[in-house]
């Protein structure tokens, strides 16, 4: 398991002010003998239901040298839990959170567009100084 992302405390305070509850911390998901971890799962309970959303969070700082290479990066991530996620959990939707800065960046430039629209990325953005959740991208 890997450490914790810098913001993982602050997306934590995110999505529990915004009426999550943090299931896991982290979220083990096996297969076939490795174990892989996504940073978060959460549930929100929809009205009066038994049942409700159940969501894994998988954090990026985008901290790097290079936002592309970042980028990268955690496309690899977000498509490998995705499809562990079909597997064993096809239920709960997978979202990749970042910062303000990031969406407002490399991810709402020409290229970072066509990446989350051909890869249909679900993203949340949080506002790292306010902890709070400021858009769900869908």
């Known amino acids: 398991m890997s450490a914790r992302n810098v913001h993982h405390d602050v997306v934590v305070a995110a999505l529990t002010a915004d009426g999550w509850t943090v299931t896991h911390d982290p979220l083990h998901l096996p297969y076939e003998g490795r174990n892989f971890f996504v940073d978060l799962g959460a549930e929100r309970t929809i009205g009066a ?32 839990y995705r499809t562990l996620l079909a597997e064993s959990d096809p239920e709960r939707v997978l979202y990749m959170a970042v910062r303000r800065t990031t969406a407002r960046g490399i991810l709402a430039e020409p290229f970072g567009r066509l990446i989350t629209e051909r890869q249909q990325l679900k993203i949340v953005v949080f506002d790292e100084a306010t902890s709070r959740l400021v858009q769900w991208i869908e």
Not at 58 to 79: H, K, M, T
């Open 49 to 80: 239901e038994k049942g409700g959303q159940r969501i894994a969070v998988e954090i990026q700082s985008f901290a790097g040298l290079s936002e592309v290479r970042d980028l990268q990066e955690a496309l690899g991530q977000y498509i490998t």
